[in-house]
């Protein structure tokens, strides 16, 4: 393929994909899971392609997405939600007397959601980061889980509104908004990742000791790919709130975390293409095509065995569980979407297909 | 006393142990600008262990390290230490000093590695383009944002002309891992000369290779230390193979020297004719 064919070709791609967003907004009614699915995609692609910088191109196994998700969430909460329906809001305990007043505009509250997460992980992330991987991972998990605890516990009643959680948080603008912000942070990634800080962030996936004797700072990176990683991640908790209108604590449990891990998995470690990709598939999977799993079927007088409320969430860890111990690589591995690799598939599956009859391929 | 060449590295009662084992026994080792040395010895000897060490890998357990005559680490623990502040230096250290990895390869000392550490699953490219990354002067934000193209560009560039000098410019972008291995151990070199160093570490780099290949890489070790005007230490584990290139030779047995002199010398040396003997050559 020549450089030419593959520009028009992606420029198809983009336009395909920009009409079919915009054909759902436009022509499918509101309540249309195809739009849940896309709009929710796109924020769990955003919270991927973050956590994807951190553990699939820097090698650092952090579990605490869901921490820091719940960080931006509640910071773009607190500080949007408008004056006059405060009241209404802390109904119960009241609001803090600084924050009475605070009403922000919605652009800059997801800002300031992106920006505490990112404070946040400077704070924890000097010690955590020295920690070797395994407790590294632990670490980090409970911090998610601090985070979650302390945002509905009571000291901070008057901020986060304790275990009532917030409501009538100001949503999107407009249908576009997640596809705008997270297109344009999942951009600003790959510009960071195809930059020379991440070279050096993938130079300390590959091989620790020869980084470093490339005269890569390991802590100093580290700590970078971590708070870069928890900005964006705080970005999309930001987005969230948008898209639910109401948070709680429970809003950002554990599996949030382990959801999003099934899809960098999925998706491949390493390549944002392939995360963005599987959070789509992911979030079609859970949210539509395996909804039947949490609903209890009849079939005439018989109870289809294990169909209940909750089940849903066993059949995605066992998936979790079978990509990780057999499909390592996920879809797309360490590679990115390429023209040219669509092009081998479409003449491996041909070769499958139809090549086998002409006596074997001479590659093998 | 002129005409001596100024010191590069120094070693002084360099000692590394791991619990019971003393990898490396007091060791006391210099390389003046310009030279080749070799370091040599049986395997298990403390080679790649004195490597560790001068890159900042392990702190010495025991000893001082100069580089460019200028003390970069030291560990005297028991009582040593107080030895150590008597000297003409008196009041300018503090009792250990340690440097990270990192450090040292910015102070110009390089190094490649017995068991080839490349980034296994970047292209050739890329591995010699991080390691142009420590110079680097934008920060994260404008080189997300491409503020430093220029800069960019030269390191591109720069990275290519090593590629071409070593012979890897046609595999530019094939995956590391998928090289040859003496191509491997090409890039290694590749990378370790991107750095900018003034000293570079060998470890082993004709392991693997069959005689026509280490012959020509010696010499072309002898061309690179012209051409970047560097000072080399050159671990070998087969003693003929370093006499032709190197200038002086330490020989270690069990992380002790037993001897060091120019090759002739180590040649005729009884001590080393008993270490190498039964070893299998
Ligand atoms: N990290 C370590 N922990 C414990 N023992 C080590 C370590 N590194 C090296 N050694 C020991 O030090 C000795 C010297 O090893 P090494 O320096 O690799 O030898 P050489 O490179 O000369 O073949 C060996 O006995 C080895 O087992
Ligand atoms: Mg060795």
Redesign the interface.
């Known amino acids: 393929m020549t450089k030419k064919t593959k520009t028009i070709c992606s420029i198809i791609a983009g336009l395909v994909i920009a009409a079919f967003i915009f054909y759902v907004g436009e022509g499918v009614s509101s309540s249309s899971m195809l739009r849940t699915v896309l709009q929710l995609g796109t924020i769990y692609a955003l919270v991927a392609v973050s956590m994807n910088l951190l553990n699939g191109f820097t090698g650092q196994f952090s579990l605490g997405q869901a921490g820091f998700m719940a960080i931006g969430a509640y910071t773009y909460a607190v500080l949007t939600i408008p004056v006059d329906k405060k009241a209404n809001v802390y109904y119960l305990y009241g609001i803090a007397d600084s924050l009475a007043n605070v009403e922000i505009p919605l652009w800059l509250g997801i800002i300031a959601g992106g920006l505490l997460a990112a404070v946040l992980a400077a704070i924890v992330g000097a010690p955590v980061l020295r920690l070797k991987s395994d407790y590294f991972a632990i670490a980090t998990l409970g911090f998610s889980e601090i985070v979650r605890i302390l945002v509905g516990s009571s000291p901070f009643n008057r901020i986060t509104n304790g275990s009532l959680g917030l409501n009538s948080i100001p949503g999107n603008p407009s249908y576009y908004t997640p596809f705008i912000v997270a297109g344009i942070c999942i951009a ?1 990634i790959v ?2 990742l195809t ?3 991440g ?2 962030f ?2 300390i996936r ?2 620790e ?10 802590s100093t990176h580290k700590q ?1 790919a971590f708070i ?1 990683s928890s900005f964006f991640t705080g970005i999309s908790g930001a987005l969230l709130a948008m898209y639910l209108g109401a948070i709680t604590s429970t809003t950002f449990p554990i599996m949030l975390t382990y959801n999003i891990l099934l899809i960098i998995v999925i998706g491949g470690m390493g390549s944002v293409t392939g995360s963005i990709l599987a959070a789509f598939l992911v979030t079609a999977a859970k949210e539509w095509w395996l909804r039947f799993l949490d609903q209890t079927m009849m079939i005439g007088d018989f109870q289809v065995p294990l169909l209940r409320t909750g089940f849903r969430m066993v059949v995605f860890s066992i998936i979790l569980m079978l990509v990780v111990l057999f499909w390592r690589k996920g879809i797309m591995g ?1 590679k990115e979407f390429s023209w040219d690799g669509l092009l081998n598939l479409f003449k491996r599956v041909k070769n499958r297909l139809w090549g086998t009859k002409k006596g074997g391929t001479l590659n093998g | 006393m002129d005409n001596v060449k100024p010191s590069v590295l120094r070693l002084e009662d360099i000692t590394m142990q791991f619990g019971g084992v003393v990898a490396v026994n007091n060791l006391c080792l210099e390389v003046r600008k310009g030279e080749i040395i070799g370091l040599i010895g049986p395997n298990g000897a403390g080679k790649t262990t004195a490597f560790n060490v001068v890159t900042g890998v392990y702190a010495p357990t025991n000893g001082a390290l100069y580089l460019n005559d200028n003390l970069i680490i030291a560990n005297y623990p028991r009582g040593k230490m107080k030895e150590f502040y008597q000297g003409e230096n008196k009041g300018k250290y503090t009792k250990s000093m340690i440097l990270s990895p990192d450090r040292i390869t910015k102070m110009g000392v390089a190094r490649t590695f017995q068991n080839i550490r490349l980034f296994k699953d970047l292209t050739v490219f890329e591995n010699v383009l991080i390691a142009k990354h420590m110079n680097i002067k934008a920060n994260i934000f404008s080189a997300t944002f491409r503020l430093n193209r220029k800069e960019e560009q030269w390191m591109r560039e720069d990275a290519m002309s090593l590629l071409q000098i070593l012979g890897l410019d046609k595999n530019k972008d094939d995956i590391a891992s998928s090289l040859p291995y003496g191509k491997q151990r090409r890039l290694e070199i590749a990378r370790a000369l991107a750095t900018k160093p003034s000293l570079l570490l060998l470890d082993e780099p004709a392991a693997g290779m069959n005689p026509q290949e280490s012959d020509e890489l010696m010499h072309f070790i002898g061309r690179i230390r012209d051409d970047f005007d560097l000072s080399i230490l050159m671990i070998e584990h087969h003693m003929q193979l370093v006499m032709g290139v190197c200038e002086r030779i330490y020989v270690l047995d069990y992380g002790i020297k037993i001897a060091e002199g120019n090759p002739a010398e180590i040649q005729n040396n009884p001590r080393v004719i008993e270490a190498y003997l039964g070893v299998d050559e």
């Open positions: 600003i510009l960071i930059s020379s800080y070279r050096a993938k130079a590959e091989d000791i020869a980084a470093e004797a490339m005269g890569i700072r390991l970078m870069i360490q």
